[in-house]
């Protein structure tokens, strides 16, 4: 029970992919017709492509501990 860090580390790992993931699929989804759809979709990316960003540094963090 002295280890925290580790199962922390996965937490986050496990999150940031979820989110980024979802955020993908999102953006391959009908939007609304009064919503600026390309704006919606690059936005969906960002944040896609920020999880995953994420997600791959802190598997790199949970290697090095």
Do not use: D
Not at 16 to 42: E, H, R, Y
Request: proline share 3%; glycine share 8%.
């Amino acid at each position: 029970m002295s280890n925290w860090v580790e199962p922390l580390i996965f937490l986050l790992i496990v999150i940031s992919f979820v989110l980024g993931v979802s955020s993908f699929i999102m953006g391959f989804f009908a939007q609304p017709a009064n919503t600026a759809s390309m704006k919606t979709k690059v936005e969906y990316g960002f944040f896609g492509l920020t999880g995953l960003v994420l997600c791959a540094l802190f598997s790199y963090a949970l290697a090095t501990v």
